[in-house]
């Protein structure tokens, strides 16, 4: 019972884990800058060249807030495309009325040759359900009443149609549809749960349905207008409405017209529905580094549309967990609310002094709560550096001198092919005065350009490598390095290079110069660099004609065995004749038709071209007159076949 009970609470806690890690919140919203991109997509439409181009960018700058000029304009165009309304097509029709609502300012359409287009479109059995959609969408936008009898018969109808076709796009309009009929609808509210289930999870971040951001905001925009009307509950919880959220947050770089409406319809409903309102929780660009001289966490609490909630929330920083050894570094520390910005909170991180690296932050606003990682970055400063000489055979001590940070040696260093070069350096974090590593730590070695000589171009970056008290430590024996060189003696310029990814002032020093006497090459080496010299000169050189040797063809066996196995092979046809001989054939009931003829003679080309293949056809050719005497065979057996069994039943 003891084992039962530990396993389960094991089980409690990690499970209790999972849960208090999965984020509550959305990690981004609709931002200022994502609207002017979205913008720029339907501003095309206000060319009036298109009605279904116009209806976007109506739809698309209502649903920003933003006002549209040149109503007038855009009012005569619909007036225009409408015509008498007799001869509208309903999604045309729905495309004139819904723009002619949105604007509110336009002169009245035909409201009755429309009506009577869009009651014939109901009334059709044959219309599908986009048909219906459009037209009962289009009614409604006329403020056209639909009497209790059409109600029902569009009940009939959707139902009907869902039966022969429940793809997802149709289930989805089926959703509009029914919110669009009002009480009539509840229909369709019992489907809402077993259609969010053919929703795909990606990366446990995301839900979509199969057909992307259309069908996805078609659904979403059906269940939540449904689900208004009969003031009905959702069978959708909270992590399913972020996740819905998060997908279509994701398409924000949508570039069609019918996709930025598809998006912003869909973001404007989760945002202002009443049973679950997504709440976003992430830091300000920028807010994710923080320093001694940017202290301040930065984070934005707001909808999904980037504007502030209802009620100011509390913001708290429930924990901050050092990413690697999982130290938690303060708890319960309270966000301030910025005064001129209602969804913008400030936190000072560097309160705590925390050592350099990254950490993951949880935050809550009310019961809402997410994940955030920070970067801390820490000031590098060096503790002291000495460069210098000393023995390749280490039987001296180092001749060191110490260099003042950014400052540069008084004196040129010397050192000959007997010796070798010496640095030592120790880093320290100027925060909290710790030694520390860093991820870069180079010397940078570059020749200086001599009087009377070509410009050398030699470099040479050497990695410097700390110890266990973290001194770092570089010693570049001249005799062993003159190879990488070049043996190329003279004056080179020190630099040190140090960064990180989590310092604000990486840095590069330069030293001074130093001069280095590298010892002659030896005739091995001569040798060796006149070689490669030579082989770079014939690179380009016409190199000797590449001839393929084509493996030789496996011994034949001999002509006895060959023929007895071809003698194997014909072994069965010759025993079908002597049974043939011996049992007697009667060609009495032989068929003299020409499907008979064909199909034996047919049969027969196919074995002799069988034959043919195997001493002296390719594949290729085979196949090709394989083909026609397939063909002929089989349709020539096919008659056959057909004749034998008429006369069988004739003989019946």
């Not at 043996?487 to 290079?497: A, I, K």
């Amino acid at each position: 019972m003891k084992i039962h009970l530990y396993s389960l609470s094991i089980i409690v806690l990690i499970f209790g884990s999972v849960i208090a890690e999965t984020s509550s919140s959305t990690s981004s919203y609709l931002s200022d800058s994502d609207r002017i991109r979205l913008k720029k997509v339907i501003e095309p439409g206000f060319k009036l060249n298109d009605v279904s181009a116009v209806h976007y960018a109506v739809l698309g700058y209502n649903l920003i807030g933003d006002a549209i000029s040149k109503t007038a304009e855009i009012c005569k165009f619909l007036l225009q495309s409408a015509g008498d309304g007799s001869s509208l097509t309903p999604e045309n029709a729905y495309y004139i009325t819904t723009t002619w609502k949105t604007l509110k300012v336009c002169q009245a359409l035909p409201v009755a040759a429309i009506t009577k287009v869009l009651t014939t479109v109901i009334e059709k059995d044959s219309s599908t359900i986009l048909e219906l959609h459009y037209a009962i969408h289009s009614l409604i936008s006329l403020s056209q009443k639909l009497s209790d009898a059409v109600t029902t018969k569009i009940v009939k109808s959707v139902q009907a149609s869902l039966k022969k076709d429940d793809s997802l796009l149709n289930v989805g309009y089926a959703f509009k549809i029914a919110a669009d009929l009002g009480t009539a609808g509840a229909f369709a509210f019992e489907k809402i749960e077993d259609t969010i289930v053919q929703a795909d999870q990606v990366n446990g971040r995301f839900l979509q349905f199969e057909g992307g951001l259309t069908v996805t905001s078609l659904i979403v925009n059906g269940i939540f207008k449904l689900s208004s009307t009969l003031k009905k509950k959702l069978p959708l919880n909270s992590q399913q409405t972020v996740k819905f959220t998060n997908y279509l947050l994701s398409r924000r770089s949508v570039q069609t017209p019918k996709g930025v409406v598809s998006l912003l319809s869909a973001l404007d409903i989760l945002a202002t529905n009443e049973y679950e309102k997504p709440i976003c929780i992430a830091l300000v660009e920028g807010g994710n580094v923080v320093s001694t001289k940017q202290p301040l966490i930065r984070v934005k609490v707001c909808n999904i549309l980037g504007k502030p909630l209802s009620s100011t929330p509390t913001v708290v920083a429930n924990s901050a967990t050092r990413v690697g050894d999982d130290v938690v570094v303060f708890s319960k520390k309270n966000f301030l609310v910025d005064s001129t910005d209602k969804t913008l909170f400030t936190m000072n991180m560097m309160d705590v002094k925390p050592e350099r690296g990254f950490y993951k932050l949880s935050i809550s606003a009310g019961s809402i709560s997410n994940t955030v990682t920070v970067k801390v970055l820490s000031e590098v400063a060096v503790d002291y550096l000495e460069i210098g000489t000393a023995d390749a055979d280490q039987t001296m001590q180092p001749k060191l001198v110490r260099v003042p940070y950014s400052e540069k040696m008084k004196n040129k260093i010397e050192a000959d092919s007997q010796q070798k070069l010496v640095m030592r350096f120790l880093l320290k974090d100027s925060l909290t005065k710790k030694a520390m590593r860093v991820h870069q730590a180079f010397v940078r070695l570059s020749s200086l350009p001599q009087s009377g000589k070509e410009k050398l171009t030699n470099e040479i970056i050497f990695v410097a490598e700390p110890d266990a008290s973290h001194v770092y430590k570089f010693d570049m024996p001249l005799g062993t390095a003159a190879k990488n060189f070049g043996h190329q003696s003279g004056d080179y310029n020190v630099e040190l290079v140090i960064g990180d990814a989590v310092l604000s002032n990486s840095f590069q020093w330069n030293l001074g110069t130093v001069n280095l006497k590298f010892p002659e090459p030896s005739a091995a080496e001569i040798a060796e660099k006149s070689s490669a010299y030579k082989e770079k000169q014939n690179m380009y050189q016409l190199k000797p004609e590449i001839k393929h040797m084509f493996r030789e063809p496996d011994k034949r066996p001999p002509a006895f065995v060959s023929n007895l196995f071809s003698g194997l092979c014909l072994a069965p046809v010759l025993l079908l004749f002597i049974l043939w001989a011996k049992l007697g054939i009667n060609i009495s009931n032989f068929p003299f038709s020409l499907s008979a003829i064909g199909f034996h003679v047919g049969l027969g080309g196919i074995f002799v071209l069988f034959g043919v293949f195997w001493l002296k056809l390719n594949m290729f050719v085979t196949l090709r007159y394989l083909l026609g005497l397939g063909i002929v065979t089989f349709l020539a057996g096919s008659k056959l076949l057909s004749q034998i069994a008429h006369s069988q039943k004739q003989n019946r």
